[in-house]
């Protein structure tokens, strides 16, 4: 009863008017960035992160929360009619849902990859309500060391699942833990690396970075590419369609596509470091090692395009999961959205959702109304997305370049700030272009002060033993679940990149 009595408080704080704005705006903006190739959740949430500021910080993070899996939504819409995905998340949508396109059957993708969507979601949230107080529950006996393994076990997962790139995982993280040391030592009170730079005396803020490599970054990355050249020359026009709606018929045959990728996605978003991208194509997999038309997939299949929707959907609602109750994001993604947290003085962990139990459950119960919306969203804006996507990059890639440097120079009218995103921007160009992760720099950038911070803590209260390590019996559990992590995760990676390789081969 005090789930639901929770819940109850959280959706009368996410339906008071204010919330509600933001959510909708929030859910809007998410479509926009996903919609953009190239561009994905990490780039639209750092982008937009400054336009938060001043608000109030349940609003804010309604408002970012909608951006994130709003932008799985979007990313879609682009896989569908144009056969490139707006991030990698949605790039199992194209196995199925262009040729479905091109068969004339784009109105009837577009509106189940929106309703495939919304039960991945709203499965998410639901299996969120029942699951999160008892993760926050377990977590509540753990103190430093277990907050340091903790951030370890986040870093490492992310590591193993970048693959056959791995060292370069490492590089990129240990990049990340060195830009997390700059500034006074709040112990010692020393200067570590600030070059005599008053800017600097505080470290290098989260925002300049994760703007520069994931928004001018990507950007830089699309116009090497030549997307600028090419345009959106290869849309699909729907408009002139028989039919809009799916048939019963497509409802039907995917019910329990829907029902069983849910589960699937949402228990791979749990896993940190796993994410949306591998809940997605290991649905793909999957769904086509039970289907009875396994001939048909690749060729145009609805259930081809329904299981990895649904499961990127429900993944992202399952990656809130750490992150609220242990603190650890899972992804790129919610690394920024932990940034956001700490920029408002909160601090996801064990107690947070005892002790802000109103933006805790605010957020929640503003997920629900959120995956109504952007299914409405989904279905009747499709023309407005269209034409987004028309917009060619030529246009949009200056637009993104003031956008970015308003953002970042928003924040505290520094000058060096925009520097550092400058300098971000050109460094995350060449990570993409040679195979470093930038998702890995940012998880290490947030994630180091807090591992550093919790080592300290624990070998002070261990007189400097790191055999506090093995005496306590959480620590020990969760280096256990990091061994097998990292042991599982490889053969997860191994199993998703099959399925790629097989559509790719025409199998």
Request: with cysteine.
């Given at each position: 009863?005090?789930?639901?009595?929770?819940?109850?408080?959280?959706?009368?704080?996410?339906?008071?008017?204010?919330?509600?704005?933001?959510?909708?705006?929030?859910?809007?903006?998410?479509?926009?960035?996903?919609?953009?190739?190239?561009?994905?959740?990490?780039?639209?949430?750092?982008?937009?992160?400054?336009?938060?500021?001043?608000?109030?910080?349940?609003?804010?993070?309604?408002?970012?929360?909608?951006?994130?899996?709003?932008?799985?939504?979007?990313?879609?819409?682009?896989?569908?009619?144009?056969?490139?995905?707006?991030?990698?998340?949605?790039?199992?949508?194209?196995f199925?849902?262009?040729p479905?396109?091109?068969k004339?059957?784009?109105?009837?993708?577009?509106?189940?990859?929106?309703?495939?969507?919304?039960?991945?979601?709203?499965?998410?949230?639901?299996?969120?309500?029942?699951?999160?107080?008892?993760?926050?529950?377990?977590?509540?006996?753990?103190?430093?060391?277990?907050?340091?393994?903790?951030?370890?076990?986040?870093?490492?997962?992310?590591?193993?699942?970048?693959?056959?790139?791995?060292?370069?995982?490492?590089?990129?993280?240990?990049?990340g833990?060195?830009?997390?040391?700059?500034?006074?030592?709040?112990?010692?009170?020393?200067?570590?690396y600030?070059?005599?730079?008053?800017?600097?005396?505080?470290?290098?803020?989260?925002?300049?970075?994760?703007?520069?490599?994931?928004?001018?970054?990507?950007?830089?990355?699309?116009?090497?590419?030549?997307?600028?050249?090419?345009?959106?020359?290869?849309?699909?026009?729907?408009?002139?369609?028989?039919?809009?709606?799916?048939?019963?018929?497509?409802?039907?045959?995917?019910r329990?596509?829907?029902?069983?990728?849910?589960?699937?996605?949402?228990?791979?978003?749990?896993?940190?470091?796993?994410?949306?991208?591998?809940?997605?194509?290991?649905?793909?997999s999957?769904?086509?090692?039970?289907?009875?038309?396994?001939?048909n997939?690749?060729?145009?299949?609805?259930?081809?395009?329904?299981?990895?929707?649904?499961?990127?959907?429900?993944?992202?609602?399952?990656?809130?999961?750490?992150?609220?109750?242990?603190?650890?994001?899972?992804?790129?993604?919610?690394?920024?959205?932990?940034?956001?947290?700490?920029?408002?003085?909160?601090?996801?962990?064990?107690?947070?959702?005892?002790?802000?139990?109103?933006?805790?459950?605010?957020?929640?119960?503003?997920?629900?109304?959120?995956?109504?919306?952007?299914?409405?969203?989904?279905?009747?804006?499709?023309?407005?997305?269209v034409?987004?996507?028309?917009v060619?990059?030529?246009?949009?890639?200056?637009?993104?370049?003031?956008?970015?440097?308003?953002?970042?120079?928003?924040?505290?009218?520094?000058?060096?700030?925009?520097?550092?995103?400058?300098?971000?921007?050109?460094?995350?160009?060449?990570?993409?272009?040679?195979?470093?992760?930038?998702?890995a720099?940012?998880?290490?950038?947030?994630?180091?002060?807090?591992?550093?911070?919790?080592?300290?803590q624990?070998?002070?209260?261990?007189?400097?033993?790191?055999?506090?390590?093995?005496?306590?019996?959480?620590?020990?559990?969760?280096?256990?679940?990091?061994?097998?992590?990292?042991?599982?995760?490889?053969?997860?990676?191994?199993?998703?990149?099959?399925a790629?390789?097989?559509?790719?081969?025409?199998?």
């Open positions: 009863m005090d789930i639901f009595s929770d819940l109850l408080m959280g959706l009368a704080i996410a339906v008071t008017p204010i919330n509600l704005i933001y959510l909708l705006i929030g859910a809007a903006l998410g479509m926009v960035v996903g919609v953009i190739p190239g561009f994905g959740p990490s780039a639209g949430l750092a982008i937009l992160l400054p336009m938060t500021f001043g608000m109030e910080p349940t609003s804010a993070i309604v408002m970012l929360a909608a951006i994130y899996y709003g932008a799985m939504y979007g990313g879609t819409i682009t896989s569908i009619l144009l056969n490139t995905p707006g991030e990698s998340a949605t790039v199992a949508s194209t199925d849902g262009f479905l396109a091109k004339g059957r784009a109105g009837p993708a577009l509106v189940m990859q929106a309703v495939s969507s919304f039960v991945g979601g709203t499965v998410g949230v639901i299996l969120i309500t029942l699951l999160a107080p008892m993760f926050a529950q377990v977590s509540r006996s753990f103190g430093p060391p277990e907050y340091f393994l903790l951030a370890l076990m986040g870093m490492l997962t992310l590591i193993v699942m970048i693959g056959e790139n791995w060292r370069l995982g490492i590089i990129s993280a240990l990049i833990f060195a830009l997390g040391t700059v500034g006074v030592d709040l112990e010692t009170g020393q200067g570590r600030t070059f005599g730079s008053a800017e600097l005396i505080g470290g290098i803020y989260f925002i300049p970075i994760a703007i520069g490599l994931f928004g001018l970054g990507e950007l830089f990355f699309a116009f090497y590419k030549g997307l600028h050249r090419t345009g959106s020359g290869g849309i699909v026009n729907y408009e002139n369609e028989e039919r809009f709606w799916p048939t019963k018929l497509d409802f039907i045959s995917t329990m596509t829907m029902i069983r990728h849910s589960i699937l996605g949402f228990i791979v978003g749990v896993i940190p470091g796993a994410g949306a991208t591998i809940a997605s194509l290991m649905a793909y999957t769904e086509r090692s039970l289907s009875k038309n396994s001939e997939f690749g060729k145009g299949e609805m259930a081809g395009l329904v299981a990895p929707e649904t499961a990127n959907n429900a993944a992202s609602s399952g990656a809130m999961i750490p992150l609220l109750t242990l603190g650890i994001p899972g992804s790129a993604s919610t690394a920024v959205l932990l940034a956001a947290f700490l920029m408002w003085g909160l601090r996801p962990g064990p107690l947070f959702m005892e002790q802000n139990p109103e933006l805790a459950w605010g957020l929640i119960a503003s997920m629900y109304l959120g995956n109504i919306a952007l299914l409405a969203i989904s279905i009747f804006a499709i023309p407005l997305f034409q987004i996507i028309k060619p990059y030529r246009i949009l890639g200056p637009t993104v370049v003031v956008v970015c440097a308003l953002g970042t120079f928003s924040v505290n009218a520094s000058f060096v700030e925009l520097y550092i995103m400058i300098t971000a921007g050109i460094v995350g160009f060449f990570m993409r272009l040679y195979g470093f992760s930038a998702a720099l940012v998880l290490a950038l947030v994630l180091g002060p807090l591992a550093e911070e919790a080592l300290r624990t070998l002070a209260i261990s007189r400097g033993s790191f055999s506090i390590f093995i005496e306590r019996p959480a620590s020990l559990w969760i280096i256990g679940v990091t061994i097998v992590l990292v042991v599982f995760l490889p053969l997860l990676n191994r199993f998703s990149s099959k790629d390789a097989a559509k790719k081969s025409g199998i």
